[in-house]
């Protein structure tokens, strides 16, 4: 597992309506809140500094921190060993965590999702010179799968096996990197294509759509959906990332996709899952200008089945208040 890198918000200590249970709780002292997020070069760091900043000012008595990690597997593991309070995860990892499959084989997970943000794009990343033009045409390149414990590895082996590639054969190298590292890799002429997970745009694939004498791909693999959820289940779907979301993109990108969420475990305090709910909601528009995903955290999207995994009982009851139709 990664090591972590820990980033302190400060935290301003406004209050605001409807926290009063939640700070006489915390008089005696502040709180601390752990915020599992990712690899810097993606989306739920920035967007986990911007949620934290916002806990931190709105929530008397709560300093709020986040974590850099590997991504979704890794914050799976860091909440189940109490080493982080809430995690930002992709659907698929939290499905695993809670049933105890794959990675949490013998130590499942009593994650329960708090809340639906966006959609994560898997994002199959190259350029016109390295000659690749579908995933089969990848075989004996030198490729990166993703960090260590992070929802990409996981999404990139399904799409790898769907595509009837052996992850550890079929390949000059399978490195496993962040995304900057990936882009720096690919510039320096030492990958030739990386897979990243992510809401768009991410910034490591824009630095490289944007670097001199490159010309982004993006591969298409929405053909092999069907297939890989006849085996893991309807996590996954289809979507197109449009022409020019990157320097250079000149076309579509029919691609895999899957929901993020934020979860808890399922024994927080009711009192303080409403409460981070509260102020994660009214403050909404502040994500979206944190990042452009931020504005996707919207009321139509907190539905049971995008959530995938059961739903915290505050959580349920908050959703619902505001008019959400969670079935």
């Known amino acids: 597992m990664p090591r972590l890198a820990r980033r302190s918000i400060l935290a301003g200590l406004a209050a605001t309506g409807g926290m009063a249970a ?14 599992a997020t990712g690899t ?27 974590e850099v990690t590997g991504g979704s597997v890794a914050n799976l593991q860091l909440l189940g060993a109490g080493r982080a309070d809430l995690v930002f995860t992709q659907v698929d990892a939290a499905v695993d965590a809670v049933r105890g499959n794959e990675r949490f084989k013998g130590r499942p997970v009593a994650a329960r ?8 794009r898997m994002q199959v990343v190259t350029t016109a010179a390295s000659g690749i033009t579908s995933l089969e045409g990848m075989k004996g390149k030198r490729i990166s ?8 590895e996981v999404m990139a082996f399904r799409l790898l096996e769907a595509a009837g590639l052996d992850r550890d054969k079929d390949f000059r190298a399978r490195e496993r990197l962040s995304p900057a590292e990936s882009t720096n890799a690919v510039k320096d002429g030492k990958l030739d294509a990386y897979f990243f997970v992510s809401g768009v745009p991410t910034s490591a694939i824009t630095d490289l759509g944007a670097s001199p004498g490159v010309q982004l791909v993006l591969i298409d693999h929405d053909q092999y ?35 993020n969420i934020l979860a808890v475990r399922e024994d927080m ?59």
Request: hydrophobic content about 45%; overall charge positive; proline content about 7%.
């Open 22 to 35: 939640l700070g006489r709780a915390r008089a005696q002292g502040s709180q601390q809140l752990s915020i």
């Open 40 to 66: 810097t070069g993606g989306v739920y760091y920035p967007l986990g500094g911007g949620l934290a900043n916002l806990l931190s000012r709105s929530i008397p008595g709560l300093s709020a921190t986040v």
């Open 113 to 120: 999702a708090i809340a639906v943000l966006y959609t994560n």
């Open 145 to 152: 799968t993703g960090a260590p414990g992070s929802a990409t």
């Open 225 to 259: 959906v069907p297939r890989i959820v006849e085996k893991h289940g309807p996590v996954y779907f289809p979507e197109v990332i449009p022409a020019g979301t990157y320097p250079g993109q000149a076309t579509d990108n029919r691609q895999m996709s899957v929901a």
């Open 269 to 327: 305090p009711e009192a303080q899952v409403a409460a981070l709910l509260k102020a994660a909601w009214e403050g909404r528009e502040e994500l979206g200008r944190v990042h452009a995903e931020g504005r996707n955290f919207a009321l139509a999207a907190q539905k049971s089945a995008a959530a995938g995994i059961p739903w915290h009982k505050a959580a349920e009851a908050f959703w619902t208040a505001q008019g959400a139709k969670l079935a």
